[in-house]
């Protein structure tokens, strides 16, 4: 408190509150201090006095994480770093392409302050009103436009953090190339603080979209929407923005606890594509390829039904019911996550082995597996059985995602394609990343956090520290 002022100090039950539960409320910590530093040379404060103390410090943005990544442990005996008061926007570049942000930036802000220059920011999640900058970085997230410009790391340009002990790294660059030795700046991307803070980014900026279609299909299998996404990749020139596949459970959801959210189509379907085409020129010609490959996709047996968006109300209609299916499934209960990801072509294929495999475990669960399906990511989910036993169900909890994560495994997919690994899937990782692999990323984090405490507890499986 004497070293950052009494102000960016909260210590009471009622201030420390907002920071002890995770998103998903699978955690509950515990902590006598939460600091909320005005300044970079103020987080360099905090981390140096942690680093003498020996006291862990757990980086906190906008808590919308599914993986426990920014909650204390219970023992109450780590402080929480949060980055909300370091949320300006330092400099846009209209010229340069680049915005520099802090790392308590909601993303919705970037997004902002990019269109105000009239460039555009492309990371969209459906938490972007909330999350923010530092925690997307820091998980590396993904969202609704990574098949066309990339996850967060794709998009960070240079970035300001502060290592254990409060040395800074000042790789504030906005350079496009720069090959000077190691990346430093992809190791603290998706470190989940376990590296160190982020603290501020330099970020990539794009030509506004000019010309927008948003399409929404019903298909007959997700065989089918993969067919057509190769297709409506090439006939427009790689236009594709978005491609997220939605089973028919998941619009029901939507439109039974969703205000507003109603069925864009007449009649039911099995599966459903909700794309997006965006071309940062006006293109009249963009609407008529995307008809015409539609068409033809008809003709030949890949698609039911079509809807095309007519105006930006219905274009955010649509959205709409796509960002409100979590919370929306949240509201049917209970429900087994598992974020994964398989290579694009293989995704099919996938998805009738783990449905099998899951369904033979618990045959009344509920399917709900949507996502991210033009980047491979699947939000392969599973809710409790409607009227069922919701403890009954969640006793098969261990044995689902085993059978998930070892068909992912057999597909050399990825056990955390876009949340993170956090507190939640610590051991999933030590099962499933390679030896050498995890070998490595310990040794980095001896080197980078020889004592311990940068996020003790999450990402890596336990870590004892160097000397014992
Ligand atoms: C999404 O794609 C988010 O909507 C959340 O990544 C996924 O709730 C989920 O499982
Ligand atoms: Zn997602």
Redesign the pocket.
Known sequence: QRAIGRAACFTTPAEVEPFLVDFRSLYRGATPLVACPGSTADVAVVLGICDELGVGVVPHGGNTG?CGGATPSERGDEIVLSLKRMNRVREVDADNFSITVEAGCLLADVQQAAEAADRYFPLS??SEGSCQVGGNLSTNAG?LNAIRYGVARDLVLGIEAVLAGGRIIDGLTSLRKDNTGYDLRHLLIGAEGTLGVITAASLELFPRPRTVETAYLAVPDPAAAVQLLGRLRIATGDALTSFELLPRIAVEFAVRHIPGVSDPLQRPYEWYVLCELAVPRDDPTLRGTLEATLGQAMAQGLLHDAVLAESLAQREALWKLR?S??EA?RAEGASI?H?VSVPVAALPGFMVQASAAVLAIAPTGRLVTY??VGDGNL?F?VSEPLGGDRAAFMAHEHAIQAAVYELVHRFRGSISA??GIGRLKRADLARYKGHVDLEVMRAIKRALDPKGIMNPGKVLPDLPAADG
């Open positions: 599914y999640l459906g969202g960002e299916v979590p499934q996550k974020d996502g991210h939000h989910n876009e949340h």
